[in-house]
């Protein structure tokens, strides 16, 4: 298997294949489509950082609504088909966060012109609470719009969740290897994978965009996105 760096932010500067610099001191809040987010350059933990919310008016009201995964997101307009995503998330609980609110961030991948994505995301608050269900949903795959974690949780259960040791408010490493129908979440430099997929809903020929997502309740930081793709 051929690898190469196509498309890399770190530390604030667009990187070229090659790993240098291509002239842009800090990457452009243009160069992401934003869906039903807002995005700025930040510092967090010392740290330059892109920071995401959404806006209140967007929160699920479980009084009035069905809480399910939506298509909250900053992305990148790229054709990434297989290959590895690598970003480093950061999450807190908004003040005005809702109950449910569980820290979700993540990764959403192969994003095609209908709006269509996979996506990997995480539950931080899930991997601390005193409660083994709540526990084994620290990590979720979705892929939207069909397969929300609802259905697949009900159709599939435990196939598409596990546990992993999360936390908020603290930087952690993401890492998305995809293959075809297949892809492996890997945490924090670890070499077994945290979630293993083997049956990509939207099939192994879908492609397109890649970007940080996040649901109601949650301010997302994220720095160091990188993507390698499979020649």
Request: glycine share 8%.
């Amino acid at each position: 298997m051929s690898l190469i760096t196509s498309t890399s932010w770190s530390d604030g500067r667009l990187l070229a294949p090659d790993g240098h610099s291509m002239g842009a001191t800090d990457p452009s809040v243009g160069d992401f489509v934003l869906s039903g987010v807002s995005l700025e350059r930040s510092i967090y933990q010392g740290v330059p950082a892109f920071k995401m919310t959404m806006p209140l008016e967007a929160v699920q009201d479980p009084q009035t609504e069905k809480l399910t995964d939506r298509d909250f997101m900053a992305w990148l307009p790229l054709d990434f088909s297989d290959g590895a995503i690598d970003v480093e998330l950061a999450g807190e609980l908004a003040p005005d966060a809702p109950a449910y609110a569980r820290g979700f961030i993540g990764l959403s991948f192969r994003i095609d012109n209908e709006g269509r994505f996979e996506s990997i995301y995480l539950r931080p608050t899930n991997s601390v609470a005193d409660d083994q269900v709540r526990r084994n949903h620290s990590v979720q795959y979705v892929a939207y719009p069909d397969y929300r974690f609802d259905r697949l949780r009900r159709e599939f259960p435990e196939k598409y969740e596990s546990y992993a040791e999360l936390d908020l408010e603290r930087w952690i490493h993401m890492k998305i290897v995809v293959s075809g129908a297949r892809a492996e979440l890997y945490l924090d430099g670890n070499q077994r994978p945290a979630l293993i997929v083997s049956d990509l809903k939207l099939g192994s020929d879908q492609h397109g965009g890649v970007g940080v997502w996040l649901e109601s309740g949650t301010v997302a930081y994220f720095r160091n996105l990188k993507l390698t793709a499979e020649l």
